[in-house]
């Protein structure tokens, strides 16, 4: 009805803006200035409210907290849920935060969306960085300002950030490679990987160029090391207190992978190799030349199936296939060890531009539980994990993460077998167990993600995951924030996972009851703040 | 101040007409609260009034302005002025009437009784009385014998009797009436409530009738006239000492003849009480203002003149930068003015010579933007216009803006920012610091207690999704591959008809089966029955029932034993019925749940009523701490306040497990499928959620009811802010129950009424309510019992509710139609559009595409085979592969099909 009064309603949207205040806006000795979200007419509060603003201790908005401090008994009674306390959410924030001419987008929204997940008490954020904004015009011209506001955004609300250094270019979001890097991919598309039709990966620099001076006279890795210095220097204020973690883009995606599924249309096949650039093709031949084989270097296997084949339609996957003969065994061991050489060089690239910072750094491998119940694992082997005499194919891998003292992201702790379609020979599960085994034996710590796209019975296999005795995982990272992620019933089911990670059901109340929290939850910060509004 | 405001009624959905008559004390104060209908049939004259807190008067310090001739303004007033702004604002002045009413009963003879009603304050004053007789049980009326009735009464339906009150004589202060008791009759009591024909407002006793005993066994529901129990504050005004009735006991309680009741009446005695009442006469003054611009001197000039009595003060400042902020301007100011606060300027206005109230000239730059202002009656009467301040715009081109910004950024440099800013804020100062004090006490008395961390836990909760809502609607806005619906609601679509307590089936029609008079009847359940055919041929598939409970006001809007479903409507076992024919012909019945607020049983001990009785026995931690009339013990409210009555604290764990355990006996016991709730603006939605999850009904559909932006009186076309906060309460309650799209019936009304159909397609040619955003849960209507029937709050603009209904019969959302529009002339083409909605097809997620929306056509196609057209203006559907035929017509609409 359109009778407002001035009166009461006023009254009542002051008690809302202070009970915003009081919530949002201060948390530890953080204060969050925030843009004004008046819709009442006194507009200049920043002066008194600071006053008078309420003061939450950390422990009063972080779940966890209360009932670490509180109901230990209550805890020992579920000993599950001692290895969830520790697990620290992370939620990543939209790919296209920081768009390609540096503005910070949806910011308002990011700004609510980062509060909401501080009061529910997520640990922190991760933050997508691309090489193509931040470098994007010429070689050691970085521009981070983009960034930089969010990570102040990200410290004001008193989260932690994850930072991830992406070498690579997405599609989702339209961003690619540096403009000065997609000019010399014009000139020379060597430098791109490449599948034996001769297409690109425009996204990704291929591995074999990892040592070539392409990049106007530095190799690539000179570029990332200058890239992770840049970034350090940068951010060296937030390094340490708000950056608790760096992941190193290793290949596309991020994933340390090679680009087998270019055209990923239905993801029926296996995918197929990318060996066909020039450099790579060279490397081959080399090799080839070195093993005494040189006829087996002139090219990839020819019976690798199509990218829309499926796996046994061909011969080189099949049982007793290629694969396993002997030529196999050469080409696939070549193949992966470019991955794997690929990781430990990014990987001491950045150990040592960032030693000394005290943050931990990170990889990610992919997930690729397609075909995983196939004898030769196609997915994963066009993707270039193998390892020959039916060895361990991760064990390498972890070992190079151990060297270099990172921990392994995996994604895909969403997926359970049951959701997978039979005729995909698929199994998240078992692979995912296969690979936090691997590491465990080379003492890799894991961090776990989702997939990027809900799946159901999601959350509740995160936890399963997350409870995992034999691998500790004490950090999950939910992707991604956006607006399907605030959307009513995503989020709500989110609450839920929080809550169920925290084993604290915020609703129940006789926890609440029973939990002999110390009464500093709240304080007033200044008891002037109220006279001196009389007179002003 | 002794006076509570009603404002805060005022905007209220369930403003009844029923008021009550409380006992005022020197040591509390509870509200009259009555209504005024009558000023709400026409939106234009809406407006509002602000009451400060009366003890802010004594923090305002006026520092005086030299006023000298010399500085004072002079006004220039050449011819060649053009006029840039002219509007009359309306506005209202409510004045309260201070008096009493008193009631005696007197012995005439032997067994002649009077009983006298009499009221100080002028007013067409009716008393509405009926009487109750012996063996009568229940709180039902009966119509008195006929040589009761004094000269001049009318029978109203087959229960009450309405007599005016006169003014024996001219000289008498007092309306009076006198009814003449027989006692050899068998009435046991007399019922009456005071009516003020003016305003059409009703008075009650305690939020009940005013009941006078004539026998001692009358139950006691503590609205007792002169009974011999429960004088408590009564005792201190009745003029006459009553003893206490020794015998009283003894009285023989079975008895019919004549004999046995005089004897019973041997206790009655003869009494004279008085009690206060206030009463509010609206006076509907203008303001207008005029602003020119003097072409030689480059100046505003503005002329405020209004036709309100007495002193008038205009608070004004003067506005800049495309701002509404206030800001001084640089003097000479007019005569009479003070600076206050070095934020705003008063300027009192001269009053007219022939005292018909008071105008004011004002000299002001040319380049400032606007003038702002509100009028001060007296300390504690501010007017203002719907709720804003008075705007009058100066600058008619934004060309000279950018000007206006470089000079007068330097004129006014002196004037920190600071100050500036809490100009327009000085009125609510104290009021701010009163609540920023409650706030602080409230912490620090929690501190200690173990709630406090619950508190926290759910204030935290609230707060994580209110914030989460908002990112959600600017991710929604600002992801650019992300199309509105498709990833919202693909998710909910996932099996094909899934039912969900917000969507129903999604291809439900509501009927909202009652009206503000349908308790009148006394047998409502019966009558509908009777038309359960007839709804469910029509194509109904859900229908709403009125509130069941027992309750203070007959129309079921103040419950109080909330396990009593026997009311106005009808017995518990006929509305068992009812629910059972409805469901026989395959229509799902709502309950009308009110959760906000409950009437209360008895008093505590300060005399104020919050205490229940009944299989709900809560006590006052039961009601929320922040409205003080009803001194309840719990939390502070998580929504606003209906201060009618004592409001619910839900956020105790007994409330919600008894609300709970309710909800579930209603669905059991009566065989609701589902609920329309009440109010819900007064709590948190999360709470309704875990109503929803604890109950499970078939389709829910929530009250979010506030007010819609106007700017100048004009409507705003971006009505974004409205629709988010009732998506934001939906969004609260995860999706659980719709929301009735306030918002689309506010833009049809300005949009059918002013002819200005543009306004029906936001920016994004979008529909502009809460449909165009969530239609899934936005419930469309045109009219309910409180906009329409007999209140008219907020009425439909008469003779365009069909258009109203081509509209929300074609469009998405889940439409509801009011019982009062289906049983009229409108019954053949509403009928037709149902039938074309259920032919069709047509649910909650149709797609709509808005072929054409200008000032007097609106036109869409839904699902690419319903077309429609309102307005005047002429469209015809694309000629294209489809073939489009005319399914319905009727006056300025017209709706095609595909055949």
Partial sequence: MEVSVIGNPQARICRAELAYRELGFRFGSDVISGESRNRVSFCNQSSK?????????????????????????????????????SVKLFVGLPLDTVSDCNNVNHLKAITAGLKALKLLGVEGIELPIFWGVVEKEAAGKYEWSGYLAVAEIVKKVGLKLHASLSFHGSKQTEIGLPDWVAKIGDAEPGIYFTDRYGQQYKDCLSFAVDDVPVLDGKTPMEVYRGFCESFKSAFADYMGNTITGITLGLGPD???????????????????????????????????????????????????????????????????????????????????????????????????????????????????????????????????????????????????????????????????????????????????????????????????????????????????????????????????????????????????????????????????????????TASIGSGTGAPSLQTA | MSTVPIESLLHHSHLRQNSKIYRGTRSFFIPCSLNLPSHFTSTKLLHSIRTSVGASSKHRRSVAVRASSSDTAVVETAQSDDVIFKENFPVQRIEKAEGKIYVRLKQVKENNWELSVGCSIPGKWILHWGVSYVGDTGSEWDQPPEDMRPPGSIAIKDYAIETPLKKLSEGDSFFEVAINLNLDSSVAALNFVLKDEETGAWYQHKGRDFKVPLVDDVPDNGNLIGAKKGFGAIGQLANIPLEQDKSSGEVQKKSESSSDSTKERKGLQEFYEEMPISKRVADDNSVSVTARKCSETSKNIVSIETDLPGDVTVHWGVCKNGSKKWEIPSEPYPEDTSLFKNKALRTRLQRKDDGSGSFGLFSLDGKLEGLCFVLKLNENTWLNYRGEDFYVPFLTSSSSVVETEATEAAQVSKHSKKTDKEVSASGFTDEIITEIRNLANDIHSHKNQKTNVKEVHENILQEIEKLAAEAYSIFRSTTPSFSEESILEAEAEKPDIKISSGTGSGFEILCQGFNWESNKSGRWYLELQEKADELASLGFTVLWLPPPTESVSPEGYMPKDLYNLNSRYGTIDELKDTVKKFHKVGIKVLGDAVLNHRCAHFKNQNGVWNLFGGRLNWDDRAIVADDPHFQGRGNKSSGDNFHAAPNIDHSQDFVRKDIKEWLCWMMEEVGYDGWRLDFVRGFWGGYVKDYMDASKPYFAVGEYWDSLSYTYGEMDYNQDAHRQRIVDWINATSGATGAFDVTTKGILHTALQKCEYWRLSDPKGKPPGVVGWWPSRAVTFIENHDTGSTQGHWRFPEGKEMQGYAYILTHPGTPAVFFDHIFSDYHPEIAALLSLRNRQKLHCRSEVNIDKCERDVYAAIIDDKVAMKIGPGHYEPPNGSKNWSVAVEGRDYKVWETS
Wanted: proline share 5%.
């Fill in chain 1, 49 to 85: 409210w600071k006053e008078i603003a309420i003061r939450c201790s950390s422990r009063s908005v972080k779940c966890e907290a209360i009932v670490s401090g509180a109901a230990s008994p209550f805890l020992k009674s579920t000993p599950k849920s001692k290895s969830l306390e």
């Fill in chain 1, 254 to 520: 991020g994933e340390l992978k090679y680009p087998s599924h270019q055209h990923n249309a239905k993801l029926s096949g296996a995918g197929e190799f990318q060996c066909y650039d020039k450099h790579m093709l060279s490397a081959l031949k080399g090799y080839a030349e070195s093993t005494g084989n040189p006829l087996w270097g002139l090219g990839g296997p020819h019976d690798a199936p199509a990218y829309d084949q499926q796996p046994n339609s061909s011969s080189f996957f099949s049982d007793g296939g290629s694969w396993e003969s002997q030529y196999g065994d050469f080409f696939l061991s070549w193949y992966s060890s470019l991955l794997t050489s690929h990781a430990d060089r990014v990987l001491s690239v950045a150990s040592s531009a960032f030693s000394g910072i005290g943050v931990p750094l990170c990889g990610k491998l992919p997930l690729l539980h397609q075909w995983h119940k196939l004898r030769s694992h196609p997915s994963e082997l066009t993707a270039g994990f193998y390892s020959s005499n039916g060895q361990d194919r991760y064990e390498a891998i972890a070992e190079i993460f151990a060297k270099n003292s990172c921990r392994m992201i995996i994604p895909g702790m969403d997926l359970s077998d049951e959701h997978q379609s039979p005729e995909s020979l698929s199994s998240p599960e078992s692979l995912l167990g296969h690979i936090k085994t691997s590491c465990k034996k080379q003492g890799v710590v894991v961090s776990g993600q989702n997939s990027s796209t809900p799946v159901p019975g999601g959350f509740e296999r995160i936890v399963e995951n997350l409870k995992d005795e034999n691998v500790g995982i004490d950090l999950f990272t939910y992707q991604r924030m956006g607006a399907l992620f605030f959307s009513p019933e995503h989020f709500h089911a989110f609450t839920v996972f929080v809550r169920n990670l925290s084993q604290f059901e915020l609703s129940s109340d006789d926890q609440a009851s029973e939990a002999e929290v110390e009464a500093e």
